[in-house]
């Protein structure tokens, strides 16, 4: 499959119809356990909420992403706390960090092997990795259902591009041990998830999914779009409400 051009983000858009995204992060901060005084890294913090909720704990908390725009609005969200443009695949700090944390990030990012060689050179010994990722066959009916429209209509190099990795926990433990990390805790589960009332599948793949239609004339693009949204009411529409079928890789893996 073909490589992609970069993914830019509407860092507006994400927090006012994705919200979701850093509400189930809440919950992986139970993983985190975040103490006063510790010095965590948030991985792919986009606007910072969930950066902020760490350093509720009393942590000393960076967040780091790789959009300006995120940077920019979670700057402007909390002007007390440390955020920085960072590539995930490439950072070096002087300090080290007792914790590294990432949500929903890592699953965007090609080059596996460099964040997870960053993270364990970025974290002191006993330090730990806590995050959560698309896994093996996330968002597969929507991900289907953008392909075949595109095929259908003649967009086969679109419908190739190869946006999101999803590994399997076999794959990702693997990674993990093979950049010297000790995997203590992994898990695979099934999340569907509901889009905020009012809110289309067709929201989500313009924020998500917009680069498979690079190139596609906005009428066009807008048609296609409505014809995979008809196609996903019989799969993923219940009681008025869209949702996503979400697959969850939730891992703590700890550098020894
Ligand atoms: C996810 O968190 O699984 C995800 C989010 C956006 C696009 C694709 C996957």
């Given amino acids: 499959m073909e490589e992609l051009p970069k993914q830019t983000w509407n860092s507006n858009l994400y927090d006012k119809k994705?919200?979701?995204?850093?509400?189930?992060?809440?919950?992986?901060?139970?993983?985190?356990?975040?103490?006063?005084?510790?010095?965590?890294?948030?991985?792919?913090?986009?606007?910072?909420?969930?950066?902020?909720?760490?350093?509720?704990?009393?942590?000393?908390?960076?967040?780091?992403?790789?959009?300006?725009?995120?940077?920019?609005?979670?700057?402007?969200?909390?002007?007390?706390?440390?955020?920085?443009?960072?590539?995930?695949?490439n950072f070096n700090f002087d300090e080290k960090f007792h914790s590294v944390?990432?949500?929903?990030?890592?699953?965007?990012i090609k080059k596996k092997e460099k964040v997870l060689k960053c993270v364990y050179n970025t974290l002191t010994p006993g330090g730990k990795f806590v995050a959560e990722l698309g896994g093996k066959n996330n968002i597969h009916r929507v991900e289907s259902a953008i392909r075949t429209e595109l095929i259908k209509r003649g967009y086969i190099r679109n419908a190739e591009l190869?946006?999101?990795?999803?590994?399997?926990?076999?794959?990702?433990?693997?990674?993990?041990?093979?950049?010297?990390?000790?995997?203590?805790?992994?898990?695979?589960?099934?999340?569907?998830?509901?889009?905020?009332?009012?809110?289309?599948?067709?929201?989500w793949i313009e924020m998500f999914g917009k680069a498979f239609f690079n190139g596609i004339e906005t009428f066009e693009k807008s048609n296609i779009i409505a014809s995979i949204q008809e196609s996903l009411k019989r799969t993923n529409f219940i009681n008025n409400r869209w949702f996503v079928d979400y697959i969850r890789l939730r891992f703590v893996a700890a550098k020894e």
């Fill in 18 to 89: 994705h919200s979701y995204v850093f509400k189930y992060g809440e919950d992986l901060l139970n993983l985190l356990e975040p103490k006063p005084g510790e010095k965590i890294l948030d991985l792919g913090c986009g606007t910072g909420h969930l950066t902020n909720l760490i350093a509720a704990s009393g942590a000393d908390v960076t967040g780091i992403d790789m959009s300006s725009q995120m940077i920019d609005d979670a700057r402007k969200n909390y002007h007390n706390l440390k955020f920085l443009v960072e590539d995930a695949t």
């Fill in 101 to 108: 944390f990432s949500n929903a990030v890592l699953h965007w």
């Fill in 162 to 203: 190869n946006l999101w990795h999803y590994p399997s926990v076999g794959e990702y433990a693997s990674l993990l041990e093979q950049t010297g990390f000790t995997v203590k805790f992994i898990s695979y589960f099934n999340r569907d998830t509901f889009l905020n009332d009012g809110d289309s599948i067709t929201d």
